[in-house]
């Protein structure tokens, strides 16, 4: 099993920065790629970033691109989320996921969130 610890959410004003920590804990050998998920109330969750843990290639998505950029640190078995320009619309509970692919399809381990709130 794996374990996810997401930290570093807040409430910040529009145009300020944010750097989200997720600490991964357990069996993190079996870990292919990382991600981070957002949901705001009433709404869907999306994939906003998502990184490999060997190689480090990342993708983002659209909304985020050139605003948000995911990280790791591999003796911290730690993945960031660092987050610039921010808009009323990225507030969401951010969370931190992470793929087995022995597991199937998809994202298996989730952490609990971190609320990020971006004010106008």
């Known amino acids: 099993q794996v374990q996810l610890v997401e930290s570093g959410g807040g409430l910040v004003q529009a145009g300020d920065s944010l750097r989200l920590s997720c600490a991964a804990s357990?069996?993190?050998?079996?870990?292919?790629?990382m991600g981070w998920f957002r949901q705001a109330p009433g709404k869907e969750r999306n994939l906003v970033a998502r990184?490999?843990?060997?190689?480090?290639?990342?993708s983002y998505a659209d909304s985020v691109k050139g605003r948000f950029t995911i990280s790791k640190d591999n003796a911290k078995s730690t993945v960031y989320l660092e987050m610039n320009t921010l808009k009323p619309e990225d507030t969401a509970v951010y969370y931190c996921?992470?793929?087995?692919?022995?597991?199937?399809?998809?994202?298996?381990?989730w952490g609990r969130g971190t609320q990020v709130t971006v004010s106008s």
């Open positions: 996921a992470a793929d087995d692919p022995r597991n199937g399809v998809g994202f298996d381990y």
């Open positions: 357990g069996r993190t050998a079996s870990i292919y790629a």
């Open positions: 990184i490999n843990w060997s190689d480090a290639d990342t």
